[in-house]
């Protein structure tokens, strides 16, 4: 029913969309609720369920009724209204929408993106909206409320030629931070610059007042000059510089910095870096760095790498890189496929107690048997500290489908398996149900502390075909579990489950409100770039 009604909606004009949207998400979620909990009641065992038109999804994922979510999205998967419920807790709502992914777009060409979420008493809950607008400068609002409080910072921004090559730049960066009393900006930073280019060569003066200090006004100012030192490769340089050297310059109410960055041949490259103070006192650094490869056989390369910088009465040798690749595909051709690699990398730095660190990669198909792929990753630390990952997937071996996977990391070792029987075909092109449709038995166990001695079992099948609902061909998809040893929902790994689309929103309001509560302006760093 609500992807059918999702279906209509494709035939209607933007906005009468976005209130069909709404609408059906109510209708869902709301009238789904009830009907939801009262049904996992009976089903003790995890199940997912999809249902997919044209233009809209919806999709469920349960096991009892303390763990489940049901969603509807566009069909790309963007666009998530969504209900949940975690490990008992109180059922959320919320919604996932950003108009750079959405085929539904944002007037104006502007960028549009909501993630909100409240609890069914209406008691807790989290928003955030964010608008930019596609411009060289950047124009953009962003807004954070939660059942405490609200959050805003906003960045206003213009550029405009002034004649004779030079632009003008201006930019203001407001944010209302949580616990101030009033409703206005309470953090309010200017920004005015200007810039021009030379050919190579771009000028960039900016001055950035401070006028919320108490009793007084403070103005930082920096000037910038920057570029290549054009014909020093081929001239000067020649027999050792690749590319022309780049230079930065900037002068500020600090004092003077010079940067030189010079990439030279056989890997190798140069750096300089020279202050000095308001009271003359100077500083310089210097450094070099090396990365080299070689092919020393057929299938085998070697490669290394190493910095090291100096000042004044040091120097710093940064840890040795060494390495290896090594093309299994040329050198076991009978054994491994075109494409099959193992590299092993190593850092050690000259004079320490411990062993470095290394890790090591290595990415195999089978010659004699192309539908098995294996991935394998290890890495060990300063510390001692060993991770390591496998994972093995068969893809159409003889119909079947399966999957192991280990990680261990700091003494925890997990493992999951997961195979899928050759698909048993029975679409008979009928009423109800399509060509193309099938199931398949499966079976997923899985290992790891919380489990004790014995593992994890599930034992199901998956289908997939064609249904026709309401006159309208809509693709059935999902996995059910008639047998599981336990009774708690798992993501792939054996983990407990967490929604994602819960996460994700509340995700989104960390990240901003981060931004909102730092020292961050946008504008500033448009500036002074």
Same mark, same amino acid.
């Given at each position: ?30 009238? =789904? ?38 969603? =509807? ?8 209204? /969504? ?5 008992? #807790? ?32 209406? @008691? ?18 962003? &807004? ?8 805003? !910072? ?8 002034? *004649? #004779? ?5 201006? =930019?203001? !960066? ?8 009033? /409703? ?8 005015? *610059? ?57 002068? @500020? ?5 010079? %940067? ?19 009271? #003359? ?23 290394? @790498? ?28 009978? &054994? ?19 062993? #470095? ?26 510390? *001692? ?8 997937? =068969? ?13 261990? @990391? ?14 048993? !075909? &029975? ?55 008639? &047998? ?5 929902? %798992? ?10 689309? %819960? ?19 946008? *504008? ?6």
């Amino acid at each position: 029913r609500c992807a059918a009604l999702g279906e209509a909606m494709a035939r209607r004009s933007p906005r009468r969309c976005v209130a069909l949207a709404v609408l059906a998400a109510c209708f869902c979620f709301y009238s =789904a609720k009830d009907q939801l909990e009262k049904a996992v009641k009976v089903w003790k065992q995890p199940h997912a369920i999809r249902i997919a038109g044209s233009k809209f999804a919806v999709d469920t994922i349960s096991q009892g009724a303390p763990q489940w979510q049901v969603r =509807a999205t566009e069909a790309n998967g963007s666009t998530a209204l /969504f209900a949940a419920r975690e490990d008992g #807790g109180s059922v959320v709502y919320g919604v996932n929408y950003d108009s750079a992914k959405s085929s539904y777009k944002a007037p104006y060409g502007s960028r549009v993106a909501l993630a909100a979420t409240g609890d069914e008493e209406g @008691s807790d809950y989290d928003w955030t909206v964010q608008v930019e607008r596609s411009s060289s400068a950047p124009q953009r609002i962003a &807004f954070s409320g939660n059942s405490e409080d609200m959050v805003y !910072d906003a960045t206003l921004a213009a550029e405009k030629p002034l *004649g #004779g090559g030079v632009t003008g730049l201006v =930019a203001v !960066d407001m944010k209302r931070r949580s616990g101030d009393e009033s /409703f206005l900006p309470t953090w309010i930073k200017p920004s005015f *610059g200007a810039k021009y280019a030379s050919g190579n060569t771009e000028y960039r003066a900016a001055v950035f007042p401070d006028f919320q200090q108490e009793n007084t006004t403070s103005v930082d100012w920096e000037a910038v000059m920057k570029g290549r030192l054009e014909g020093w490769s081929s001239k000067q340089g020649g027999k050792i510089l690749t590319t022309d050297p780049q230079y930065t310059l900037r002068l @500020s109410k600090d004092g003077l910095q010079g %940067l030189v960055k010079a990439p030279a041949k056989l890997g190798t490259a140069f750096g300089l870096v020279g202050t000095i103070n308001t009271e #003359g006192q100077y500083d310089v650094a210097g450094y070099g760095e090396w990365t080299g490869e070689r092919k020393v056989a057929d299938g085998v390369k070697l490669d290394s @790498s190493i910095k090291a910088s100096a000042s004044r009465g040091s120097v710093d040798v940064q840890p040795l890189g060494t390495g290896v690749t090594l093309d299994l595909g040329a050198l076991a051709p009978k &054994f491994a496929a075109k494409g099959s690699t193992l590299a092993l990398q190593s850092r050690y730095k000259f004079g320490a107690s411990s062993a #470095g660190c290394g890790a090591a990669a290595m990415a195999l198909t089978s010659a004699k048997v192309p539908e098995v792929d294996v991935m394998g990753l290890a890495s060990y630390d300063s510390a *001692g500290d060993v991770t390591s990952s496998v994972k093995v997937t =068969a893809s159409k071996l003889r119909g079947i489908d399966a999957k192991y996977e280990m990680r261990s @990391s700091n003494s925890k070792f997990r493992q999951a398996i997961a195979m899928a029987s050759p698909r048993v !075909d &029975f679409g008979d092109g009928s009423y109800l149900l399509g060509d193309g449709s099938y199931l398949r038995l499966t079976g997923k166990a899985y290992k790891g502390e919380e489990f004790g001695e014995k593992p994890r079992v599930q034992l199901g099948v998956q289908y997939e075909g064609k249904v026709d609902i309401l006159g309208r061909s809509l693709d059935l998809g999902g996995e059910s579990a008639g &047998f599981d040893s336990g009774r708690s929902l %798992l993501d792939e790994m054996g983990r407990p489950w967490t929604s994602p689309e %819960l996460k994700k929103a509340t995700n989104t309001a960390k990240v901003v409100r981060s931004h909102i509560q730092s020292e961050y302006g946008e *504008g500033k760093r448009w500036i002074s770039k």
